[in-house]
C-alpha cells in the first residue's frame, strides 16, 4: 500500500472532518522524529460528503480535543486509503505503528502489511 498524506493544521480542521477511510497521524515538532499517535478511521468527522456518520471517529464531542491539539502545535496527517482497501486498515496501522514507534504507547499486533510511505512531517 502506497500512503500519500495530506497536512492539516487548525486553520484547515473543517476540511479534515470530511475525510473517510484513512490512516492517521498526529505529530508535534517537540517530539523530533516520531509520531504522537497513529489510527485509523473509516469516517474521520462529522463533515461527511454524504452527510453525518453516527460512526465518525472524532464526532462532535471530540471534536474540542482535536482543535486544542492542532491550536497547541500539533499537526495532523491524513492518508486516504480507500473503502476497498479499508478491509486491511487495521494491518496497515501496525505497521506504522512497528515502524514509527509513536510517543503514545500503543498495541503492537503482529498481522501487519507493508507501507510503502515517509514520514510527512520530514517533508513539511
Known amino acids: ?28 515538532p517537540d517530539d523530533g522524529d516520531r509520531p504522537f499517535y497513529v489510527g485509523k478511521a473509516r469516517h474521520f468527522g462529522t463533515k461527511q460528503p454524504s452527510g453525518y456518520k453516527a460512526t465518525a471517529r472524532y464526532n462532535s464531542g471530540y471534536l474540542h480535543l482535536i482543535a486544542g491539539m492542532l491550536r497547541a502545535g500539533f499537526s495532523l496527517y491524513v492518508a486516504r486509503i480507500g473503502e476497498k ?3 486491511d486498515v487495521e494491518k496497515y496501522e501496525q505497521e506504522l505503528i512497528a515502524l514509527w514507534n509513536p510517543i503514545r504507547k500503543q498495541r503492537i499486533k503482529a498481522s501487519r502489511l507493508p507501507v510503502e510511505t515517509k514520514k510527512p512531517w520530514n517533508d513539511s
Open 85 to 87: 482497501a479499508f478491509a
Open 1 to 28: 500500500m502506497r500512503l500519500a498524506w495530506k497536512r492539516y493544521e487548525y486553520q484547515t480542521l473543517d476540511s479534515c472532518l470530511a475525510e473517510s477511510f484513512c490512516l492517521y497521524v498526529f505529530h508535534h
